[in-house]
Structures are given as C-alpha cells and as structure tokens.
C-alpha cells in the first residue's frame, strides 16, 4: 500500500489523526484475554509511576539502559497479540510514516474504571524522537484524554499520533475500562543506534 502521507505532527499540534485502521482481528485477540494476562507483568507500572494505575500488555519494548544502542526485545505479549498487531502497525505506518524505521515499543494498555493517569510530559530521549501511536480499542463516553490542557475524546478503531512533548494525562471515569493499542515508531531518519535485524524489532 503507497503511503498517504499528509501532514507531520508540528511541536505546536496536540494530535495528529492517522484515520480508521481496520483492527476487527485485534480487538478480538485483547477480548480473548484472560484476566490474568493484564496483571501478569508490571515493569511498566512499577518503572514509572504515572501509569501505576495502568494495566499492559506489553508486545515489545526498548531496553532504555543500553539507549542509544536499540536494544527491542519481544515480549510475552507478542505471542498472544503479535500476529493480529502487526498488521495493524504496518498499516498505519505505510499511510503516515516513512518506510524503513524501528518500532521500538508496542503494548496493549488498559485504564480500569475510575483510574486516571496523571500529567507528564515523555522525557526520555527515544521517546522525544519516536511518533506516540494510540490506537483506542474499547472506551466509554467518560474517558478524557487531556494534552496541554485541552480534552480530547478518541474514537475506536481510528488512530491519532498524540504529542507526548506536552503535558498529557487521562480519566476514565466511566464504569468500563479503556483500551488502547500504543505503539512508537522511530523513523529512519532518527535512528540512533545500529540497524536491527527483522528478528529483534516489531517492525
């Protein structure tokens, strides 16, 4: 599929939308997940405390200590969901984003009812330097996404880059959680460390 690239996410821009992503497989694999599954590994919740209240799934991920060395390992995550998310990665990536660049986290992410992710701002060099990929799955009408501010509501199935330079923070304070698919994607002219074989990114 040739890219549709239209527009960047300019420092001064909150969001940027990336349009429907046709994600049906996907949203069926989270759906199969036991409960078990979103509480089985919490590094991500114990490493940073602003997503304490979060629940991951977490495919792949950058290890940050050999940074800038692109140390991406797959994760348990990537057995249950790898097959129905990279699909939907590569789609989005074709549409909006230059061929040839490392995901370099993917995780499925789960915001129970009544919990919040509190304001921050995503200072680590690799995620100043990657595209910050939401694509919501399941969400209520009480789910407020907040960057620099101003409340922002996301639709299922369509996929936003959101400025994660800003301050940004969410709400669920619905009586349902919220799920969403969040992926980063650094592009090739970013890549900060050696080039990686196919078998060591979720690319």
């Known amino acids: 599929m040739a890219a549709t690239r239209v527009g960047q996410l300019r420092a001064c821009d909150r969001t940027r939308d990336l349009g429907r992503v046709p994600c049906a497989a996907l949203l069926d694999a989270v759906g199969d997940l036991d409960e078990a599954a979103w509480t089985a ?5 114990k490493s940073f405390n602003v997503h304490r209240s979060t629940q991951s799934i977490v495919l792949a991920f ?5 940074w800038p060395n692109l140390a991406i390992a797959r994760d348990v995550g990537w057995e249950r969901l790898g097959n129905s998310a990279e699909p939907v990665m590569e789609t989005i990536i074709s549409r909006n984003y230059p061929p040839g ?4 986290r993917a995780m499925a992410v789960r915001l129970p009812a009544g919990a919040r992710i509190t304001p921050h701002v995503d200072e680590h060099e690799s ?16 789910v407020r996404f907040f960057i620099d501010g101003v409340p922002h509501r996301f639709e299922p199935g369509r996929a936003v880059e959101v400025n994660n330079q800003m301050s940004h923070s969410v709400m669920n304070d619905g009586s ?7 992926f980063d994607y ?3 002219d970013r890549l900060a460390g050696p080039a990686l074989a196919k078998s060591d990114a979720a690319s």
């Open 127 to 142: 995620l100043r330097l990657s595209h910050r990929i939401h694509l919501p799955l399941v969400t209520n009408p009480r």
């Open 41 to 45: 590994k919490e590094y991500r919740q």
């Open 176 to 182: 349902s959680g919220r799920i969403h698919f969040i």
């Open 62 to 66: 950058i290890d940050l200590e050999q």
């Open 101 to 104: 660049g490392v995901v370099i």
């Open 186 to 188: 650094l592009p090739p």
